[in-house]
């Protein structure tokens, strides 16, 4: 059974940063492209960042800079951490996997940016 559990959400103060982990099982995890996606109340869901199987990475042009993703193929686990955080990063965070042609999503983790 696939599952992604993503965990590390909270509310941070503008500025602040936190980590996000998605937990992956179910399938082989070295061998998928992980992303990252947000979204926001009443906003459509955006790409954020991608780890591929090949160690490569790529982020929206509204986290470069201040967001890093990563992976551990012996956890199986994909990271996001996100430093300097806006009241704009505020959502749900979700983690993506493709698997071949299967894809996969996580239930979702709260961010809340503000003071």
């Known amino acids: 059974q696939v599952q992604l559990v993503e965990s590390g959400g909270g509310l941070v103060q503008p500025g602040g940063s936190l980590r996000l982990s998605c937990l992956a099982s179910g399938f082989t995890f070295s061998n998928s492209v992980m992303r990252w996606y947000r979204q926001a109340p009443g906003k459509e869901r955006e790409w954020v960042a991608l780890s591929g199987s090949s160690g490569s990475t790529n982020y929206a042009d509204s986290v470069k800079g201040r967001f890093t993703i990563s992976r551990d193929n012996v956890k199986n686990t994909v990271y996001l951490q996100m430093n300097k955080l806006t009241p704009d990063d505020t959502g749900v965070y979700y983690c993506?996997?493709?698997?071949?042609?299967?894809?996969?999503w996580g239930q979702g983790t709260q961010v809340t940016v503000s003071s």
């Open positions: 993506k996997a493709q698997y071949g042609l299967r894809v996969y």
